[in-house]
């Protein structure tokens, strides 16, 4: 059974930066791609950033391009994503996922397990 936790998130000021994490078990999580992604209250689930199994590639949605990274520590079983010059339309709750398959991938229907998700809040 996978179980992907995430945590790290919380209330910041538009500017600031959070890091949030992903602590992934159960089947071999570390040899498929991963995710990230967000919604926010009356939207559709979007995709914000996703890295292969090696963590050589990464890939990202344009609105988060250049703010955010993605990393991941196979030896750890953790999975990153660094938030930088956050802004109030970054507020979501953002989901780590684990895909089916080893690259990189935006669409949710390629992820096969998903975390309980974390609040972020950007305040003007």
């Known amino acids: 059974q996978v179980q992907l936790v995430e945590s790290g998130g919380g209330l910041v000021q538009a500017g600031g930066s959070l890091r949030l994490s992903c602590a992934h078990s159960?089947?071999?999580?570390?040899?498929?791609?991963m995710g990230w992604f967000r919604q926010a209250p009356g939207e559709e689930r979007e995709f914000v950033a996703s890295?292969?199994?090696?963590?050589?590639?990464?890939y990202y949605a344009n609105s988060v391009k250049g703010r955010f990274t993605i990393s991941r520590d196979n030896t750890r079983n953790r999975l990153y994503l660094q938030m930088n010059s956050l802004k109030p339309e970054d507020t979501a709750v953002y989901y780590c996922?684990?895909?089916?398959?080893?690259?990189?991938?935006?669409?949710?229907?390629?992820?096969?397990?998903w975390g309980q998700g974390t609040q972020v809040t950007v305040s003007s």
């Open positions: 159960g089947r071999s999580v570390s040899t498929y791609g």
């Open positions: 890295i292969n199994w090696s963590g050589a590639t990464t």
């Open positions: 996922a684990a895909a089916t398959g080893f690259g990189t991938y935006d669409r949710p229907s390629e992820y096969g397990y």
